[in-house]
Each structure stands twice: as structure tokens, then as C-alpha cells.
């Protein structure tokens, strides 16, 4: 038998939670302070914490070290780092109780929460 190549087009539901979660998986990540090592709230905080800025309209500023420049991060930008981590590496998803598809941050250790960031800041995976 040749191999089964299934084509899957789904919506999957990313909350502002789900956001916040990344977010501050990839903030005490030590994978990220390999390559950044200032993170600032561009702005007034919109949540309590950095890790809840993006997901509230915010935006932060990443120092990256070997460029010596202050990349932005958006929602926009997050997104965008979101779907091409999931259309080029993994695709953490579970349905959920109401019957969508969205995302589980609980499968994404502090690697993958980088990638999402680099993909969003770069487009690419730039340090690893």
C-alpha cells in the first residue's frame, strides 16, 4: 500500500490566555536569553505582568545581543510567528470542550515558545 497523504484545513481558536501562556514560556525562557537580553513594555503595562502585553493590543521591545537592536513584538507579528511555527514545525492542537480546535500551550516547552518569537521577530529560525 502507497502511504495515505491527508490535506487538513482547520480554524483553531487561540485565546488571549493561550497567548499569555507562550508568552511567558518564552520569557523565562533560557533559549531565548541566549540570543535577547532586555525585554521591555512599550508604553503603560496592559496586564500585571510583560507576558500579558501582546495579547492586550501591547507591544514589547526585545534587546537581541548580536545586533545590538530592539526588535518590536506585536500581536501581529506573534500571530504571523504562530502559523508559520505550526506550518513548518509542530502543530500542539486539542479539541476543546466546546468542540473547536485551539491550541495547548501546555505542549510548548520553553524551544518551541522561542521559535514562535523568533519566527514572529525574524521569520525564520535565527538562533538555535
Known amino acids: 500500500m502507497d502511504d495515505i497523504i491527508l490535506k487538513i484545513t482547520a480554524e483553531i481558536v487561540i485565546t488571549q490566555e493561550d497567548v499569555d501562556d507562550i508568552m511567558s514560556t ?4 533560557s533559549t531565548l536569553q541566549c540570543w535577547c537580553s532586555e525585554v521591555n513594555v512599550v ?7 510583560a507576558s500579558e502585553q501582546i495579547s492586550r493590543g501591547g507591544e514589547l521591545e526585545l534587546y ?3 545586533e545590538e537592536t530592539y ?3 506585536t500581536l501581529e507579528n506573534f ?7 505550526f506550518s513548518e514545525d509542530y502543530m500542539p492542537v486539542a479539541r476543546r470542550y ?3 480546535w485551539g491550541v495547548d ?3 510548548i516547552d520553553e524551544i518551541a515558545a522561542d521559535e514562535i518569537i523568533q519566527y514572529a521577530l525574524f521569520e525564520e529560525i535565527v538562533y538555535s
Do not use: F, N
Open 26 to 29: 518564552a520569557l523565562d525562557s
Open 43 to 49: 508604553g503603560r503595562y496592559l496586564g500585571e505582568y
Open 64 to 66: 537581541e545581543i548580536e
Open 71 to 73: 526588535r518590536s513584538l
Open 79 to 85: 500571530k504571523a510567528g504562530l502559523l508559520k511555527y
Open 98 to 100: 466546546d468542540g473547536t
Open 105 to 107: 500551550p501546555g505542549m
